[in-house]
């Protein structure tokens, strides 16, 4: 399997890893689920938190990942999903979402009523990674399903349809960023019921190696654009820009651009500043991008040697 060998190479721990074949081997994927399990598209860099992340799922606890912008949190989530070969349900917690949408609905089929079944059921049922993305965002009636599906007694009351128990493989993981609109603090008994992991922001080494594997910049482009992305990181930060065009996948985006021939500034608008809906914050970032790359520059020369 490709993402245990890149496990293996970035030396995450041996024991660690032949637990999660066992893992594997003993809870049998089901064949109908199969388009469920997320292929790899980005792989999550950071050995630490690997070992984490991986530890918490084998001791059977949810996880919580909680950090700024860019660190990763949905990309290490279905990363764990494809790693343990489990099905995935992502399940949005905005102001919209209550506890019909995560349980389910009644509905007719066949002149009967059943019940229509939500994300949260599913993936109880089916022994699924079930992401909660941005919990902090969630109101009352949705966090009321959320306490049943992390409790310890893995019990889920389903109003007219009896009780729904937790297959064992079910795992919750959770992501908040700090600090955005529409977020609150979560209380402490949420809290309780997760392992927390405080994804750190992206590291020189892993961002050159994620533009190693994603783009075909060559190596002293691979430089000077992670030090532009980690520049405006710095701003963000600093809170001299917001955190909108701070996009790891916006960058990629722009340099796919410049590989059709767009212009440099051009695809670095597209992908990143223009992202803050806000001309200051587009100005900085362009200014932050002429501090590194020459005006003339043409993107053809960012992919030869």
């Known amino acids: 399997m490709e993402l245990l060998e890149f496990l293996k190479s970035q030396n995450i721990d041996e024991n660690l890893l032949n637990e999660v074949n066992k893992f594997r081997a003993y809870y049998k994927l089901d064949k109908d689920l199969e388009y469920r399990v997320p292929e790899v598209n980005f792989k999550f860099y950071g050995k630490e938190v690997w070992e984490k992340a991986i530890a918490g799922i084998l001791s059977g606890n949810h996880i919580l990942l909680t950090g700024p912008k860019a660190t990763g949190k949905n990309v290490l989530s279905e990363n764990l999903a494809t790693l343990f070969s489990r099905p995935l349900w992502t399940i949005s917690l905005n102001v919209n979402t209550d506890s019909a949408s995560l349980i389910g609905t009644d509905t007719f089929r066949d002149n009967n009523v059943i019940l229509k079944k939500g994300p949260v059921y599913e993936c109880s049922e089916f022994g699924g990674f079930g992401v909660f993305d941005e919990i902090n965002m969630a109101k009352n009636e949705a966090l009321s399903v959320v306490h049943s599906a992390l409790d310890y007694r893995r019990i889920i009351d389903v109003s007219g349809y009896g009780r729904l128990k937790l297959h064992e493989a079910t795992r919750f993981i959770a992501t908040m960023n700090h600090g955005y609109i529409g977020t609150r603090d979560l209380n402490e008994a949420l809290v309780s019921r997760f392992m927390v992991i405080e994804m750190p922001t992206i590291s020189e080494e892993n961002l050159k190696s994620i533009l190693r594997d994603k783009t075909k910049l060559t190596e002293k482009y691979i430089e000077l654009f992670t030090r532009f992305f980690l520049d405006i990181e710095l701003k ?58 020459r005006k003339d520059l043409k993107s053809e020369e960012l992919f030869n040697e």
């Open 236 to 293: 963000s930060l600093n809170s001299e820009i917001s955190s909108k065009p701070i996009d790891l996948r916006g960058l990629l985006g722009a340099i796919k651009l410049m590989e059709m021939g767009l212009d440099i500034k051009s695809a670095i608008e597209m992908g990143i500043s223009h992202k803050s809906f806000d001309s200051y914050e587009s100005e900085i970032v362009g200014d932050v991008l002429k501090t590194l790359i």
